[in-house]
C-alpha cells in the first residue's frame, strides 16, 4: 500500500502537480500545467524508482498469496459473498488504508495537498489507481447501487458532490481486515447467536422441518426473505440458530425496540445494522417489528423499504398472526403450541440430558403450557442447582414461576395472600354460578379434548368472567378465592403500566400479558376494568380514534384467549356489550342483606380475638347497612381501638369503628347505606 501511495505521489511529482508553491512568477504555474497541458517528465528518475518499487512490492504479495492458498484471506471470503470485483477489491484496501497503516495516512494527505478534502475521496482513488481503471470504471464501483456501497462496505458521508465525498471503511470491515474480532462493532447494532444445537435435534413439526429444508435447497431467485413465528418461548432463536449454522452462519438478532423508540430518526440503523450483520457473515434476524402500530403506516413503509433494499437474507421474528413488513415472495413458518404429548417429550428429553428427575412431570406439564425454549432454559437453570439424586419437581416449577413472572410482571402485580371460602359470604344462586365457573376451569381439557367440544366451538377455549356490583361487595374476594382453591397464581392487573400515551404500546402491553397468562397456571384479573372495557364511542378526535381501536383489539384477543381472566366492575353497563357477548360468566354481586351482614360480621371476627361482654350483631348488621368491604374495615378498626386500650375486644368498640366509617365516608348519620 505504500508503494502504490508513493507512485502515485512520484507521478504526481513527475507531473508537476504536486509542488511547492511558487514564491516568484504565476501562481502555481506547475500544478496547473500538470492537470491542464499534460506535462511530464519533471522527475523521471524518482518515478523509475517508485514504479520499481511498486513493482517488487506486487511481486511479493503475490508470492505471499500463492503460498498460503488455497487459503482465503478475508478480503477474498467477503469479496465473493457480495460478488465484488477485483478493482472493488482494490478499492476497499485502498479506503482502508489509512486506518490500517498509519504512515500511509500521511502520504495520502500529502497526495491530497490540499487540508480541507477528506482523507480518501473519489478523486484521490483515481490518482492511485490510474493504471488500474479509468475515471469510469471507478465511478461505476462507487455508485449507489454498486456493491460496494449498496451493501456497506464503503460508506460515502455526505457533506460534498462527488468526486469529492469522503469515503471510509464499515467498522466491521476494518476488523475483519485486522483479522480481529468484529463483536466489539455490532454490540451496539447486532447480538450473535452460536447454535448448539442441529435441526435433527430440534422438537418442531416434521413439516417445518420439511419446509426449512427446501427453503435452504431453493432460496428463490431473490435474497433470502424467512418469517419465524410462534409463542414467546416457542423456539424461535433456537430455530434460526439452527437454520443460520445449517447454511454456514451465526445468528444476528437486531432488536427493534430501541430503534422505534425514538422514531423516525433512528430507522437508518436498522439499514446499518442489516449491513453489519452480513458483514460479519452473520443472518441478520429483525426482532420486535410488532412493535409498530398497525395504523402507523409511515413507518411500517419505511421498514418495508429498508427491508426491500437490503441485498442479503433477512430473517423476521414475529408473534403468531403478525403480518411481516415484507413484499410479497417471503416464505413464512409458524411455530404452533405444543400439544400436552409434545411438552412431555420436551421435558424428557432435556431432563434426560441433565440428569434430572420430576416425579409428577405429566402435572406439570399439563399445568405450564410453556414453549419448548422455555423447557430448555428452566432445566438448564434447575441443573446448576438441584441434586441429581433428589425429586427436582419444586425447584422445576419455582424457575417457570418466576420466568412468567418475569413476563407478567411488567404490566401486573402477584397477589401473594389469597381469600378463603370461609371470608366470602354470597347468595346461594352466586354461588351456584361460582361453582360451574370453577368446574369450567378444572374440567376444560376433558369437556374440549375427550369429549370434543373443541371440533364444535368456534371461539377459544378460554374462560372469562364479568364481576360487577358495588364497591365492597366482594368481587376481588372472590377471585382471590377462586386462585386459592384451583391452586393457581393470581395476578392484578396494573392498568398504568398497560395502558400507555404511544399509539399502539397499550395493544403490546396487552398482548405480552395474555400471552403470559396462557402460557402459565394463572388467573389474571383486570380490577376497576371500566377504563380499559369501556364502550366503543362516536369518533370525534383521533384520542376516540385510538380508543376504539384498543378497544378493538381486545375484543380479537379475548376471542382467541385460551387462559383465564377475571374482569371487576362497579358500573355493569359502562362494559361494551360486544365484551359481555364473548364472556364464558357474567355475575351481579348484590348489596349484603341483613341476614349476609351478620354472616360477614361473624366471618371477620376470627375465633382467636379476645372479647369481653355480648355481641348482638345481628343488631349491628339490622342497623348499619354496610357492605362487606366495610364490615372488614371496621372490623379491624375495632380491634385496633381495643388493642390501643389494651383490652379485649367489646361491643362498644364495634360501635365506635362502624360510626368512624361513616364519618370518614361523609355520611352524618348511620342510617345510610354504606357501599
Known amino acids: 500500500m505504500l508503494a502504490i501511495t508513493?507512485?502515485?505521489?512520484?507521478?504526481?511529482?513527475?507531473?508537476?502537480?504536486?509542488?511547492?508553491?511558487?514564491?516568484?512568477?504565476?501562481?502555481?504555474h506547475s500544478q496547473v500545467y500538470g492537470m491542464v497541458a499534460g506535462q511530464r517528465g519533471l522527475t523521471t528518475e524518482q518515478l523509475v524508482e517508485a514504479r520499481q518499487r511498486?513493482?517488487?512490492?506486487?511481486?511479493?504479495?503475490?508470492?505471499?498469496?500463492?503460498?498460503?492458498?488455497?487459503?482465503?484471506?478475508?478480503?477474498?471470503?467477503?469479496?465473493?459473498?457480495?460478488?465484488?470485483?477485483?478493482?472493488?477489491?482494490?478499492?476497499?484496501?485502498?479506503?482502508?488504508?489509512?486506518?490500517?497503516?498509519?504512515?500511509?495516512?500521511?502520504?495520502?494527505?500529502?497526495?491530497?495537498?490540499?487540508?480541507?478534502?477528506?482523507?480518501?475521496?473519489?478523486?484521490?482513488?483515481?490518482?492511485l489507481l490510474v493504471e488500474q481503471a479509468d475515471r469510469a470504471q471507478l465511478g461505476r464501483e462507487l455508485d449507489d447501487d454498486a456493491p460496494l456501497l449498496r451493501n456497506g462496505v464503503i460508506r460515502a458521508r455526505p457533506g460534498a458532490?462527488?468526486?469529492?465525498?469522503?469515503?471510509?471503511?464499515?467498522?466491521?470491515?476494518?476488523?475483519?481486515?485486522?483479522?480481529?474480532?468484529?463483536?466489539?462493532?455490532?454490540?451496539?447494532?447486532?447480538?450473535?447467536?452460536?447454535?448448539?444445537?442441529?435441526?435433527?435435534?430440534?422438537?418442531?413439526?416434521?413439516?417445518?422441518?420439511?419446509?426449512?429444508?427446501?427453503?435452504?435447497?431453493?432460496?428463490?431467485?431473490?435474497?433470502?426473505?424467512?418469517?419465524?413465528?410462534?409463542?414467546?418461548?416457542?423456539?424461535?432463536?433456537?430455530?434460526?440458530?439452527?437454520?443460520?449454522?445449517?447454511?454456514?452462519?451465526?445468528?444476528?438478532?437486531?432488536?427493534?425496540?430501541?430503534?422505534?423508540?425514538?422514531g423516525r430518526a433512528r430507522l437508518a440503523d436498522l439499514a446499518t445494522a442489516l449491513d453489519r450483520a452480513r458483514l460479519a457473515g452473520l443472518l441478520p434476524c429483525v426482532d420486535g417489528l410488532e412493535m409498530i402500530a398497525s395504523h402507523d403506516g409511515a413507518i411500517r413503509d419505511q421498514v418495508r423499504d429498508i427491508l426491500r433494499r437490503h441485498a442479503g437474507p433477512i430473517a423476521l421474528r414475529l408473534p403468531l398472526d403478525a403480518a411481516p413488513p415484507l413484499d410479497p415472495g417471503h416464505m413464512v413458518i409458524d411455530l404452533p403450541a405444543l400439544s400436552l404429548t409434545e411438552r412431555l417429550a420436551c421435558w424428557d428429553s432435556a431432563l434426560a440430558r441433565h440428569a434430572l428427575q420430576?416425579?409428577?412431570?405429566?402435572?406439570?406439564?399439563?399445568?405450564?403450557?410453556?414453549?419448548?425454549?422455555?423447557?430448555?432454559?428452566?432445566?438448564?437453570?434447575?441443573?446448576?442447582?438441584a441434586e441429581r439424586t433428589a425429586d427436582a419437581g419444586a425447584r422445576v416449577e419455582a424457575a417457570i414461576r418466576q420466568h412468567l413472572e418475569n413476563r407478567l410482571g411488567t404490566t401486573a402485580n402477584r397477589v401473594t395472600r389469597l381469600a378463603t371460602w370461609e371470608q366470602v359470604i354470597l347468595p346461594a344462586d352466586i354461588q351456584d354460578s361460582l361453582t360451574e365457573l370453577i368446574a369450567r376451569i378444572k374440567h376444560r381439557r376433558t369437556v374440549f379434548d375427550r369429549w370434543g367440544f373443541d371440533r364444535l366451538m368456534s371461539t377459544s377455549r378460554g374462560v372469562t368472567a364479568l364481576f360487577s356490583g358495588g364497591p365492597g361487595t366482594g368481587k376481588t374476594l372472590v377471585a382471590s378465592a377462586i386462585a386459592n382453591e384451583l391452586g393457581m397464581d393470581l395476578y392484578r392487573v396494573d392498568l398504568s403500566r398497560v395502558m400507555s400515551k404511544w399509539i399502539?404500546?397499550?395493544?403490546?402491553?396487552?398482548?405480552?400479558?395474555?400471552?403470559?397468562?396462557?402460557?402459565?397456571?394463572?388467573?389474571?384479573?383486570?380490577?376497576?376494568?371500566?377504563?380499559?372495557?369501556?364502550?366503543?364511542?362516536?369518533?370525534?378526535?383521533?384520542?376516540?380514534?385510538?380508543?376504539?381501536?384498543?378497544?378493538?383489539?381486545l375484543l380479537q384477543r379475548i376471542d382467541s384467549f385460551e387462559g383465564i381472566a377475571i374482569l371487576t366492575t362497579n358500573f355493569g353497563t359502562s362494559i361494551d356489550n360486544a365484551f359481555k357477548r364473548r364472556l364464558s360468566l357474567r355475575l351481579t354481586f348484590p348489596f349484603p342483606d341483613e341476614e349476609m351482614r351478620e354472616k360477614l360480621w361473624r366471618s371477620h371476627l376470627p375465633p382467636q380475638l379476645p372479647v369481653v361482654g355480648t355481641f348482638d350483631l345481628a343488631d349491628i348488621a339490622r342497623r348499619?347497612?354496610?357492605?362487606?368491604?366495610?364490615?372488614?374495615?371496621?372490623?379491624?378498626?375495632?380491634?385496633?381501638?381495643?388493642?390501643?386500650?389494651?383490652?379485649?375486644?367489646?361491643?362498644?368498640?364495634?360501635?365506635?369503628?362502624?360510626?368512624?366509617?361513616?364519618?370518614?365516608i361523609g355520611k352524618i348519620a348511620e342510617s345510610g347505606i354504606l357501599e
Open 161 to 262: 458532490m462527488r468526486p469529492f465525498l469522503p469515503l471510509t471503511v464499515d467498522p466491521v470491515v476494518l476488523r475483519l481486515l485486522q483479522g480481529a474480532s468484529v463483536e466489539t462493532e455490532l454490540e451496539h447494532h447486532v447480538r450473535s447467536y452460536r447454535s448448539d444445537r442441529g435441526l435433527d435435534e430440534l422438537r418442531i413439526p416434521a413439516e417445518v422441518k420439511r419446509t426449512i429444508a427446501a427453503t435452504l435447497r431453493h432460496p428463490g431467485t431473490g435474497p433470502l426473505r424467512l418469517v419465524i413465528r410462534g409463542r414467546v418461548g416457542a423456539g424461535r432463536h433456537t430455530l434460526l440458530a439452527a437454520i443460520a449454522n445449517a447454511s454456514g452462519r451465526r445468528l444476528g438478532v437486531i432488536e427493534m425496540a430501541p430503534i422505534l423508540r425514538d
Open 54 to 127: 511498486l513493482d517488487d512490492a506486487t511481486e511479493t504479495a503475490d508470492d505471499a498469496r500463492r503460498a498460503i492458498a488455497p487459503r482465503q484471506s478475508p478480503l477474498d471470503i467477503l469479496g465473493d459473498e457480495l460478488g465484488l470485483s477485483p478493482l472493488a477489491r482494490e478499492i476497499v484496501l485502498l479506503v482502508a488504508a489509512p486506518s490500517l497503516w498509519g504512515e500511509t495516512a500521511r502520504l495520502l494527505a500529502i497526495l491530497a495537498d490540499d487540508e480541507d478534502r477528506p482523507l480518501v475521496d473519489e478523486q484521490l482513488l483515481g490518482d
Open 504 to 553: 399502539g404500546e397499550t395493544e403490546q402491553n396487552l398482548a405480552k400479558l395474555f400471552d403470559a397468562a396462557e402460557d402459565g397456571n394463572t388467573i389474571i384479573l383486570f380490577d376497576e376494568a371500566d377504563s380499559l372495557f369501556a364502550k366503543r364511542t362516536e369518533v370525534k378526535s383521533s384520542v376516540d380514534r385510538y380508543a376504539n381501536l384498543e378497544v378493538n383489539y
Open 624 to 664: 348499619f347497612q354496610m357492605s362487606g368491604g366495610y364490615i372488614r374495615n371496621a372490623a379491624l378498626r375495632a380491634a385496633f381501638l381495643a388493642a390501643e386500650e389494651h383490652s379485649p375486644l367489646r361491643h362498644d368498640h364495634l360501635e365506635r369503628a362502624i360510626k368512624a366509617e361513616f364519618r370518614e
Open 358 to 385: 420430576v416425579s409428577e412431570l405429566e402435572e406439570l406439564a399439563d399445568r405450564y403450557a410453556v414453549g419448548p425454549a422455555v423447557i430448555e432454559r428452566v432445566v438448564e437453570e434447575t441443573a446448576r442447582t
Open 6 to 28: 508513493g507512485s502515485a505521489i512520484a507521478r504526481a511529482w513527475d507531473e508537476g502537480r504536486l509542488a511547492y508553491p511558487q514564491a516568484e512568477g504565476l501562481p502555481f
